[in-house]
């Protein structure tokens, strides 16, 4: 499985965007998805994911409210809309597929594939 990821930017505090990431490769759309951010000087961190139907979700308590996590199997792709952002949201972001339906713990370890990342940069 392959991972693209895109939409990285710079955004003023309180502004949107969107990431994407394309997946290629085999059996991908059953595929647990996720995304990570890894901020300057701190540790990669889980973000939000989406099991492979779709049907659950789960968001870090930082993003809970603010962003939303989605699918489209028919196009491969997973999108996450950030709205309301903050200076704090400013991090190297990532997506990453695990081969199970279910995203379990949502732990970096359990995720075997990952994209390149995306850099999203907030301003005060």
């Known amino acids: 499985v392959q991972l693209q990821a895109s939409g990285g930017g710079l955004v003023q505090a309180g502004g949107s965007l969107r990431l994407s990431c394309a997946a290629s490769g085999r059996t991908r759309s059953t595929y647990c998805m996720g995304w990570f951010r890894q901020a300057p000087g701190k540790e990669r961190e889980s973000v939000a994911s989406i099991s492979g139907g779709g049907g659950v979700t789960w968001y870090a308590d930082s993003v809970k409210g603010r962003f939303t996590i989605s699918r489209v199997n028919a196009k491969d792709t997973v999108d996450l809309q950030m709205n309301n952002l903050k200076p704090e949201d400013t991090a190297v972001y990532y997506c990453?597929?695990?081969?199970?339906?279910?995203?379990?713990?949502?732990?970096?370890?359990?995720?075997?594939?990952w994209g390149q990342g995306t850099l999203v940069t907030v301003s005060s």
């Open positions: 990453a597929a695990r081969p199970t339906y279910n995203c379990g713990t949502n732990g970096e370890g359990e995720y075997d594939y």
